[in-house]
Structure formats: C-alpha cells, structure tokens
C-alpha cells in the first residue's frame, strides 16, 4: 500500500496494478490483522481516510485491479450505480450502433 501511494505521489498517473492476490473477478485481495479486504479500499483509507458511511469506493479508471489513490473515489451505492449504468450504455450503444433497448419505441 505505501508502494501505490508513492507512486501517486511521484506523480504516477497510469493505473497501478495490484500484485498480490486477486479474486476471480479481478479486485485485489489484502490480508490484515482483521481479516481479508479488498486492495483499492485499504489504499484508499490509508491515503484519504476512512470511507464516509454507506460509500463504495469507485475506480475512475475501470480497471478492478488498480490501487492508484488517484483513480479511487468515495461514491454513494446510488451514484456508482448510475456511474455503471452511463457505462454500460455507452458500451452497449458503441458496439451494438443502435439505441439501449429501453429507448426503442
């Protein structure tokens, strides 16, 4: 963790890709003295603090296994639903060259 927020400190802005054990779908695992967390929150509350209550920590940058201060945010579950949501339209729209379904008549 100090090795991310060195990184970021050094002005490093490409996503720092976490090392250690990952889960199936791509976050970063860390164990600690209160158990196992996932990576980009243990960075992101060793650099900015505890989470707000009720917030996720969301990646800016898309990629699960990125522990880069810089691309974490505390989001509310409310926004980082509409955050994903926005996401996968515009993936689906791009690739698909037609409306999102709900927006066909």
């Not at 990646?59 to 522990?67: G, M």
């Amino acid at each position: 963790m100090a090795a991310a927020r060195a990184m970021a400190h050094r002005g490093v802005s490409a996503c720092i890709p976490w090392w250690g054990t990952r889960r199936a779908d791509g976050y970063g695992r860390i164990r600690t003295h209160t158990g196992n967390r996932y990576a980009h929150r243990a960075v992101y509350e060793e650099c900015f603090g505890p989470l707000p209550e009720g917030s996720l920590v969301h990646h800016t940058c898309e990629n699960k296994s990125c522990v880069n201060p810089e691309h974490l945010e505390a989001v509310t579950r409310g926004d980082h639903n509409r955050i994903h949501d926005i996401g996968k339209r515009t993936r689906w729209t791009h690739t698909r060259q037609r409306a999102w379904p709900s927006e066909e008549t």
